[in-house]
């Protein structure tokens, strides 16, 4: 199979890449110019240099292709200004769906595998989630969340008008090792391991996922995946403060000893969101990031069990492995300073 990952620098598509190389497959690996390419710079792909408004380098990347594993995303919840979350999440990928759809391209694409969000399904507190539930009123999520579904609805318009063959793929948040880009989810687990945390948040539960396991989803949607269908991708429900217990507990360090209640942390997140108004800058911790941390309810994978025959590992792993990996990094940071 000859298949392209589009993003394969970033954190999920650098480990569907590693899989696709260790499965035997021709894979073509397309990333920005500048980009840190370290998750995959040991192995053997055709690189493509170029991002998601460049047809030329889209269309050399995709011509020939069986499967295309588009994973790019703009995560930034927290923007003050939300205007590059739709650049990027609807209208970029709105441009690598029209290069896909060419004659030439699609003649011989096989499968169009899409990076989507659980964040994209329908949850609410008091009941589980399947892909069945979606998200009708978009003026009740946050501009992220808008920005998720609105790329989701695009890919499913792009299979009923122009035939093309894709499946979306509803991941959570993901834990593990290799995390070169350090994403918000994996900083918190990096404070851990370093034992840096002065306090956890509680009443923050997420839905989660193990990296590998998620990109080993991706792969099977390829081969099994029903064109047109949604699948979730999550192992279960977990808290803040169990990330954080696993990770230290992992790390050899002892976990955090306090935690605020989730009313100081809403306090917090309006502060967070008046500073940014104030000073014109973004802010991590808003009342919309938190939003998204709020915004959560069990969500039902057994389609992708059942169909995909997917089996993720124990979240736990993929934590421990992150802890492992953060402390590796740095041990391997004081032996350069030491021997330099």
Known sequence: MTALVI?????LGSHVTRQLVADGHDVRAMVRAGAKTVGID???????VGDIWDDDALHEAMLGCDVVYYCVV???????DPAPLFRTNVEGTRNVLEVACRDDVAAGLRRFVFTSSYATVGRRRGRVATEEDVIDR??????YVQSRVRAENLVMQYVRDRGLPAVAMCVSTTYGAGDWGRTPHGAIIAGAAFGKLPFVMSGVELEAVGIDDAATALILAAERGRVGERYLISDRMISNADVVRIAAEAAGVPPPTRSIPLALAWAMAVLGSVKARVTGTDQRLSVDSLRLMRAEAPVDCSKAKRELGWQPRPLEESIREAARFWVGLREAKKRSTQTG
């Open 7 to 11: 993003g394969a620098n970033g954190y």
């Open 42 to 48: 040991d192995l053997d792909v055709t690189r493509i």
């Open 74 to 80: 703009d995560t930034r919840g927290w923007l003050r």
């Open 138 to 143: 978009l003026g009740r999520v946050t501009p």
